[in-house]
């Protein structure tokens, strides 16, 4: 028979453990919370009734629930206090020997039905339960940050975990409102495993100065829909409690230097720069615990005139090739009421993506967000060519031709005969190194990278790539045009796959090789990273968008430019492509389209 559980215990009230009281104690469990010292558990209750007065304020709780709520849980110092629980969840610090210590003592006072649960994100769940008599009913239950909020638990079933206290466990989750997914016991679970190595990468890119705290999480949160950058989410978890996952991970995980915490990390924590809960980590908060950021030293100058500062003026804008993103490239510069002159290969390639264009703004006329007076206005303001000598006396001009060094070389240097003195050159690669294109014209440092998403006139966000030639005026000149066009500018260094595709890809090829190790299945993997971490698609259901080709390349690329172990391209990835499965274009990726 199944059992009930009625009084459940939390050890730790700390950023995770609150989350779980109030989880457990908002769904009629009466819960008994167990601190270390009274400052503690005062602190954990004030976590709690700040939650759950933030509830209320917004609508999500009414006042005579709330009191009900916080009327279930009874505060107690001591691990005494948990002798009649039916099941116990400790959320201490990540280390071993103190959850090991803190397991054989609830094995000694909690009864002998009891289940015993940790939330760890990275230790042996197996581990941690021979510190007790009964490893049998330990189990891991791993909520994500924040409790109340992400709606996915990993259960995480070790070799001796008996299979009636998984079905309980996943059965009490359900009654939680928790979408579980059950595994066994590894490192980083699924999800941890997927994004430890990412927030480490983008903890690596800050410190090495490749991109501003701001850029890096913006680039993240614009170019893929995440609901935080890297940085801001390595605040909300905890930089202490990350660079001990982190530890663990690569101790535990085969040594992948990828999971080696970033060594800013080490002297973070050392610091006291614990993020959000100690008010201080890559940014700054209003105080310890608020998720308000507050402008700091390092928060850069706001407003257009800051971003003007230096640059040339820009009004005519040249723009060159004919495929999807020379189209949408376009359209955005047209829209902001730049002058601009599209250049192809030919008439009928020119009519082509005059038509294309007038389709897209035809769409934002239906869809009333563009006047028929503003659409006709930004066609008006685009001439047609087909020669590249028309491009004499742009300011700026916009490459988005065929991703060829050869052919882009060529171009750059063309167009360096061409093109009047002071103009900024730019390229829309989103693989090729900005330095190689550059150098092939007599002014490097009037070239600079301007890498747009697709679709142009609807992606937020531009890269704007500075190699160690690129001068600060033609940053400066390229960040005021970002702005102009209403798109986020972010700055970074002229390195393969540029802040977005350097964190993304590597997270998805991970996704492959952990479905091709079956450690997981590709619909729980999409799941955890949905529900766990809030993104907008799993790794497998953006794999076949993408394209499984295009994202093999972006993976080889990388590898090939950094020569990381760990970037390698999964084997599985490779083998798909060969066969033909490239994803939603051929009708079959990771997941079969044609039945749907
Ligand atoms: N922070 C996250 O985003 C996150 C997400 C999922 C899981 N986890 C896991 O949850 C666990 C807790 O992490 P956290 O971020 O909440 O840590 P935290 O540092 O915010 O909180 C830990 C709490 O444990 C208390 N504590 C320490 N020793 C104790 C003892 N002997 N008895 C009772 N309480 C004790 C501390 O006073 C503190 O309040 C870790 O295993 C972590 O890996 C963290």
């Known amino acids: 028979m199944a059992r009930e559980f009625t009084r459940v215990g939390v050890v730790g009230l700390g950023t995770m453990g609150a989350g779980i009281v109030e989880v457990f104690a908002r769904n009629g469990l009466d819960v008994t919370a167990v601190e270390i010292s009274e400052a503690a558990l005062e602190r954990g209750r004030v976590t ?5 007065d933030r509830a209320v304020a917004k609508g999500k709780l009414a006042e005579a629930e709330r009191d009900a709520l916080l009327a279930r849980v009874d505060f107690r110092v001591g691990l005494d206090a948990l002798h009649d629980v039916d099941l116990v969840i400790e959320a201490v610090p990540e280390h071993l020997d103190l959850k090991q210590r803190i397991f054989a003592e609830l094995d000694r006072v909690c009864k002998p039905e009891a289940i015993l649960a940790t939330n760890t994100s990275s230790l042996s769940v197996t581990e941690i339960s021979v510190a007790t008599t009964r490893p049998n009913q330990v189990i891991g239950i791993h909520f994500f940050n924040p409790a109340p909020v992400m709606k996915l638990v990993e259960v995480v079933r070790t070799v001796v975990t008996s299979a009636d206290v998984v079905a309980d466990v996943e059965a009490l989750c359900e009654r939680l409102g928790k979408v579980d997914v059950t595994i066994s ?5 699924i999800a941890n495993a997927l994004l430890f190595g990412y927030l480490n990468h983008a903890v690596g890119m800050f410190e090495a100065r490749y991109a501003t705290r701001e850029d890096i999480d913006a680039a993240m949160k614009l170019g ?29 995980g085969g040594r992948d230097r990828r999971h080696a ?55 005519k804008v040249g723009v060159v090739g004919s495929g999807t993103m020379a189209t949408g490239i376009i359209e955005v510069f047209a829209k902001a009421g730049y002058e601009v002159i599209s250049v192809t290969r030919g008439a009928e390639k020119s009519a082509k993506v005059c038509e294309a264009v007038k389709t897209s703004l035809n769409k934002g006329v239906v869809r009333g967000k563009l006047s028929e007076t503003d659409r006709d206005a930004a066609l008006g303001r685009v001439t047609w060519s087909a020669t590249l000598d028309h491009l004499a006396d742009v300011d700026l001009v916009v490459e988005a031709v065929i991703e060829e060094l050869s052919v882009k070389k060529a171009l750059f240097a063309s167009l360096d005969e061409i093109c009047k003195p002071g103009v900024v050159l730019a390229t829309t690669t989103s693989s090729l190194p900005v330095i190689d294109v550059a150098m092939a014209t007599q002014r490097p440092a009037d ?24 001068s600060a005026e033609t940053s400066a000149t390229a960040r005021a045009v970002c702005a102009k066009l209403g798109k986020t500018g972010v700055v970074c260094g002229d390195r393969s796959g540029f802040i977005v595709n350097a964190l993304l890809f590597p997270y998805l090829n991970d996704a492959v090789k952990m479905l091709e190790a079956s450690y997981s299945t590709a619909d729980d993997i999409d799941y955890a990273m949905k529900l766990g971490c809030g993104y907008p698609m799993g790794p497998f259901e953006l794999l076949d968008v993408v394209g499984l080709d295009v994202s093999l390349a972006i993976q080889r690329e990388l590898y090939l430019e950094l020569r990381e172990p760990g970037f390698a391209p999964a084997p599985l990835l490779e083998h798909l492509v060969t066969a033909g499965y490239l994803g939603r274009k051929s009708g079959r990726g990771f997941r079969d389209h044609t039945r749907r």
């Open 48 to 52: 709690l009734t700040g939650s759950t």
């Open 185 to 189: 016991d590894r490192a980083g679970f």
């Open 224 to 252: 893929c829909g995440l609901p935080m950058g890297p940085l801001a989410l390595m605040d909300l978890i905890g930089l202490d409690t990350a660079y001990e996952i982190l530890d663990t991970m690569y101790r535990r």
């Open 261 to 315: 915490p970033a060594p800013l990390l080490k002297q973070m924590v050392t610091a006291g720069l614990l993020g959000r809960k100690s008010g201080r980590g890559f940014y700054t908060y209003e105080r310890p615990g608020s998720p308000k950021v507050v402008p700091d030293e390092y928060t850069p100058p706001a407003g257009d005139a800051a971003l003007a500062d230096g640059a040339r003026a820009i009004a």
């Open 447 to 470: 070239v600079i990278g301007l890498h747009f998403f697709n679709p142009a006139p609807i992606m937020p966000l531009v890269e704007i790539v500075r190699t160690i030639r690129t």
